[in-house]
Nanobody
Framework: QVQLVESGGGSVQAGGSLRLSCAYS????????MGWFRQTPGKGREGVAA????????SYADSVKGRFTVSQDNAKNTLYLQMNSLKPEDTAMYYC????????????????????WGQGTQVTVSS
């Protein structure tokens, strides 16, 4: 079992920054991927970024490349998502997720590979 708790969401103007945190506990040593997804009402979850196998591979959605940075601090058991140059289209509920399926390393954005999810944190970007 893996427990995930997100924090750090909020409201910000376009061009601003936010840092999301995901505190994790439990059997994270069996997790191949730790990642971030986002979802807006009426749409499916979109993979934003993920770390595979403690940093061997890091993947980003094209829409956030160059603006978002995912990182992991195992000493603090925390996953981060630094979001810069935010745009109104980044507005969504952001979820932290953990996968114990090795294929997440090749398909980081397939939400069905992730068996553990946090409760989400809302990010709202105004123009």
């Amino acid at each position: 079992q893996v427990q995930l708790v997100e924090s750090g969401g909020g409201s910000v103007q376009a061009g601003g920054s936010l840092r999301l945190s995901c505190a994790y506990s439990g059997d994270t040593y069996s997790s191949y991927c730790m990642g971030w997804f986002r979802q807006t009402p009426g749409k499916g979850r979109e993979g934003v970024a993920a770390i595979y196998s403690g940093g061997d591979r890091i993947s980003y959605a094209d829409s956030v490349k160059g603006r978002f940075t995912v990182s992991q601090d195992n000493a603090k058991n925390t996953l981060y998502l630094q979001m810069n140059s935010l745009k109104p289209e980044d507005t969504a509920m952001y979820y932290c997720a953990a996968s114990q399926n090795r294929r997440c390393g090749y398909y980081y954005n397939r939400d069905y590979f992730y068996g553990y999810w946090g409760q989400g944190t809302q990010v709202t970007v105004s123009s």
